[in-house]
């Protein structure tokens, strides 16, 4: 299909409008997603033109160019970052009754501005080589905080905002008191200072560094799939992946979102581009190739996350929550002495 010819128009203020384009701000670094920008435009002539960075960085870039911004959607991972760009006003409330029936309140912020788009879990990883099945065996994140945890525990830094959301759920559902409490005994815990992303958790469970990784769920999926090398590949292959909290409120969720920006030039076009993500077809081609767990339900996840179980309890907290705590939760890591 030829490239439809794009037809600019100028209003009285100098903002410009592309009526056959959607412009896409966002800090995926899915090579993965190319091609689904790729399909929406054979689909439906809308061009998707993409600005790809660091979500602090985009988010500057919003402000400073107000409201002469081209960009419709912002895209990124994590519901605290999706938080913070609403807390700047730059959102609009999304309208389309297609996308609201499919994604669940709780996994959309304040005012339907912003969705998930796909799902993450914060999940526990360990060694059977060296963990007991039976201590192992409904295990909740407050348990590590128990004395026979005691240097065991790796996990990455308070600085990283996949920890800041999951200490955010759990002050949502214990109380900021306990669940501060829980993070001290948590540092106290833990084998080594925390370093490192998520795979190197991992890495170090796989290697006998520690017994327990906390890390999201998505990255076992990609160290299985072998591209991120042999020895990835080798180390995923020695640990097991337990979901946390099944006899109570479930697994801590996380997404990867989405939100169309209140200076959008084709909020039109940005409603049919969200609607396409969460397409039965486009979510199993999403899910195959981030490792994450999609939006609709009768999508199954790909195979490398599936092999770890499907039908698990999910913590229903919303997610707006993750922003709304996040001062909280960053303040009590910070006292609770995690680094």
Do not use: C
């Amino acid at each position: 299909m030829k490239k439809l010819q794009l037809l600019l128009i100028f209003s009285l203020f100098g903002h410009v409008v592309m009526t056959n384009e959607v412009n896409v701000y966002t800090s995926r670094h899915y090579d993965s997603d190319d091609a689904l920008y790729e399909e929406f435009t054979k689909e439906t002539g809308i061009a998707v033109n993409i600005v790809s960075g660091k979500g602090s960085a985009l988010l500057q870039r919003l402000k400073a160019e107000g409201v002469n911004s081209p960009a419709d959607i912002f895209f990124t991972v994590d519901a605290g970052n999706l938080w913070k760009v609403q807390r700047e006003d730059l959102f609009q409330s999304i309208k389309s009754e297609q996308i609201l029936k499919v994604v669940p309140e709780n996994l959309r912020g304040p005012d339907n501005e912003w969705i998930a788009i796909a799902k993450r879990a914060r999940v526990i990883f360990y060694n059977p080589d060296n963990v007991n099945e039976k201590m192992i065996k409904g295990i909740s994140y407050e348990d590590l905080a128990n004395p026979e945890w005691k240097n065991k525990i790796v996990i990455r830094s308070s600085s990283n905002m996949y920890n800041q959301s999951l200490v955010a759920s759990l002050i949502a559902s214990l109380g900021e008191v306990n669940t501060e409490i829980w993070a001290k005994k948590l540092v106290n815990n833990l084998a080594r200072k925390p370093q490192g992303n998520d795979r190197s958790q991992i890495i170090a469970v796989a290697n006998g560094e520690a017994d327990i990784a906390i890390a999201n769920s998505y990255y076992i999926g990609i160290m299985l799939s072998g591209s991120a090398g042999e020895d990835q590949l080798t180390a995923a292959n020695k640990v097991r992946m337990i979901f946390p909290n099944q006899e109570n409120r479930g697994t801590h969720i996380n997404i990867s979102g989405a939100g169309i920006l209140k200076n959008s030039p084709n909020p039109k076009n940005a409603n049919l581009f969200l609607e396409f993500l969460l397409s039965k077809r486009v979510q199993k081609y999403m899910v195959d190739k981030s490792y994450e767990y999609p939006i609709l339900d009768g999508v199954l996840p790909s195979k490398e996350i599936a092999s770890f179980g499907i039908n698990f309890k999910e913590d229903q907290t919303s997610v707006q929550k993750y922003g709304e705590l996040n001062p909280d939760a960053v303040r009590l890591m910070d006292r609770s002495g995690w680094k």
